[in-house]
């Protein structure tokens, strides 16, 4: 079946403009996260949704950063006035969440990515 | 505080064997994941951890000690392909997010 998918693909956009990443998670996951990656780091939690609700926003890095989720399946990241220490690569992933068991039900399955340069 | 640490880089040669460590001090610790991340790629799941010991998946095993917070990532007969960054993730808190260690980069030589 279709795994996680992430448009775009590549972002460019100048500072202080405002970005939006979309995210389709695997069909029937209920889990979603958002992480972000820096060149050459590990990857930071930014937020959690089960369902359309988000419990968990501690990662946000700061106020311009939101994200909803509609239909329990697609999500939307905003940055908005983007700041050059925003370049980075932005992941979603999806788990099956409370409705899975075992290692079926916590195993996150990533997307491809969106690559945000911000000049 | 919420950390951890695995090797920046390793070496290794098509055939052989390599063991990549990972230590971790997360709060609300519900188990440790490792993926595989090619260059420019997104991480694909490699194996989940829960109890302690060694759990087996073809080349690849991983081992777990909750006690120690400890674990490792055990690569047999390497090959190029095996050439990318390992993951170390312990899945914590209520929400089972994912704290990831900065991963360590394998390249595998002939």
């Known amino acids: 079946g279709a795994g996680v998918s992430q448009s775009p693909s590549n972002k460019v956009t100048e500072k202080g403009k405002d970005v939006e990443l979309r995210c389709d998670p695997i069909?029937?996951?209920?889990?979603l996260y958002w992480y972000r990656q820096r060149l050459g780091q590990g990857l930071e939690f930014l937020i959690y949704f089960q369902g359309n609700s988000a419990p968990d926003k501690s990662g946000l890095p700061s106020d311009r950063f939101s994200a909803e989720r509609t239909g329990e399946s697609v999500s939307t990241l905003t940055i908005q006035r983007t700041q050059q220490e925003d370049s980075a690569v932005y992941l979603c992933?999806?788990?099956?969440?409370?409705?899975?068991?075992?290692?079926?039900?916590?195993?996150?399955?990533f997307g491809p990515g969106t690559r945000l340069l911000v000049l | 505080g919420q950390n951890i640490d695995q090797p920046t880089e390793m070496t290794a040669t098509e055939g052989a064997i390599v063991q990549i460590n990972c230590t971790y001090q997360t709060s609300g610790f519900n188990g440790l994941f490792w993926y595989q991340q090619h260059a420019g790629e997104a991480p694909t799941f490699l194996s989940y951890?829960?109890?302690?010991g060694l759990e087996e998946k073809g080349r690849f095993s991983s081992f777990l000690s909750r006690s120690k917070g400890y674990s490792y990532l055990l690569l047999k007969e390497l090959q190029m392909k095996d050439s990318a960054s390992y993951l170390c993730?312990?899945?914590?808190?209520?929400?089972?997010?994912?704290?990831f260690g900065a991963g360590t980069r394998l390249a595998v030589h002939p």
């Open positions: 992933a999806s788990s099956l969440g409370p409705s899975g068991s075992g290692v079926h039900q916590e195993t996150q399955y």
């Open positions: 069909s029937g996951h209920t889990a």
């Open positions: 993730a312990a899945l914590s808190g209520g929400y089972n997010k994912l704290i």
């Open positions: 951890n829960v109890l302690d």
